[in-house]
T-cell receptor, first 116, second 113 residues
């Protein structure tokens, strides 16, 4: 069975603060993919990043960065210098095993509120 | 390039009725997945269709069904609606293969009264 845990249900920060969203996963698959999605109030999930289990390199994209640590089964997401527009619910997700197709197991989500 | 289109955006139905939701994926995408999102259960996978065949199925009762047409458009049907079926239903389209990024529609908000 696969499981994704986002322990932080809600985070509130003031604009320009850095914020890290935690994600811990469980899977018995040796090969899997991890994702982060953003859900603004409009409802659709917006893809942010995909990482496969063989690639533990951290990644930076503008103000966003991701830290993948297989040893601790974590895939954390950091927003540097947060902005009000970053306010949304963020989901971590896992797709594991060759027969998983594109099925995603989502964490419970972290609601991020960035105040001006 | 057009995104994923879900229709209708909002629906109100009565208990016991049935409902059909539609999803048009991104052109060229052959995989369509459906998810249910509720405040209590979060985002849960319903099923995935690829080339008109159901490739994976989540843990939902048989009242939930779906299909995919030759043009990759997909529909999901919920029969004998229950109050607990009230949710945001999200459709995602992906390229073929495994673990490819999914592009989501804005969802259909279903309210069962």
């Amino acid at each position: 069975a696969q499981k994704v845990t986002q322990a932080q249900t809600e985070i509130s920060v003031v604009e320009k603060e850095d914020v890290t969203l935690d994600c811990v996963y469980e899977t018995r698959d040796t090969t899997y993919y991890l994702f982060w999605y953003k859900q603004p109030p409009s409802g659709e999930l917006v893809f942010l990043i995909r990482r496969n289990s063989f690639d533990e390199q951290n990644e930076i994209s503008g103000r966003y960065s991701w830290n993948f640590q297989k040893s601790t089964s974590s895939f954390n997401f950091t927003i540097t210098a947060s902005q009000v527009v970053d306010s949304a619910v963020y989901f971590c997700a896992l797709s594991g095993g060759n027969n998983a197709g594109n099925m995603l197991t989502f964490g419970g989500g972290t609601r991020l509120m960035v105040k001006p | 390039k057009a995104g994923v289109t879900q229709t209708p955006r909002y629906l109100i139905k009565t208990r016991g009725q049935q409902v059909t939701l539609s999803c048009s994926p991104i052109s060229g995408h052959r995989s369509v997945s459906w998810y249910q999102q509720t405040p209590g259960q979060g985002l849960q996978f319903l099923f995935e269709y690829f080339s008109e065949t159901q490739r994976n199925k989540g843990n939902f009762p048989g009242r939930f069904s779906g299909r995919q047409f030759s043009n990759s458009r997909s529909e999901m049907n919920v029969s004998t609606l229950e109050l607990g079926d009230s949710a945001l239903y999200l459709c995602a389209s992906s390229l073929e293969g495994w673990g490819t990024e999914a592009f989501f529609g804005q969802g259909t908000r279903l309210t069962v009264v």
